[in-house]
């Protein structure tokens, strides 16, 4: 098995040749370390190769982890409710799974108190799936319009995880319609910058990367298969 060093250095050169092949540079990604279920330990190691970014699903896991390593930018990539709002709002940097207006104003709320801002990306349910949450593509610019009305809230793009497919290339289409959706509010003056894109995983991020992702969130070709 190799080192977390070789798995981080063998990651960040996919996602430089991935950034090349779509006309940017590795400096242009930002590669969030997914680190549910990985120890402390393992995330010491991590850093000390040079990784700032890691992202976590479960609350009582990432306090554990943040209140430990505290010097690293945290994103909340995990499924969001507003009863979680305060400790969310106070332990994270970024939340990706904005995907309603209560869970947006549940924050805004905690961040008044807290006297910070919060970067937030709104989750959405790309590939229209039943139980998957996310909002619907067509009600996105609502939820950003709500999001734009929370003053502590910094919009800073869309996040999505197309339906699972064992081969990687399925998911390039969801990807591409992530990036028209992007395209579109910018255009039609929804949003006044450019939005980022958080999509990718161990298995697709290559994929989309070359379809305009921002920000990919690795876990396991970082850190190994979860057990
Ligand atoms: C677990 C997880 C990832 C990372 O998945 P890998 O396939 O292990 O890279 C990315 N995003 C979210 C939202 C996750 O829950």
Redesign the pocket.
Known sequence: MSSPQNRLAEVRERISLAARRSGRQACDITLVA?S?RVTVLSLQETIAAGQGVF?E?YLQEAAEKIAALPAVTWHF?GGLQSNKARQVAELFQVVETVDRIKIAQALENQLVALEKSLQVYVQVNIGREGQKSGVLPEHVEALVAGIKACPHLVLAGLMA?PPYHPDPEASRPFFRQMKGLADDLLRRGVVSRPLGLSMG???DFEIAIEEGATVV?????LFGERV
């Open positions: 997914v549910k992202g699903n990539i995880m995983m161990s298995a969130r690795v876990g396991t070709a």
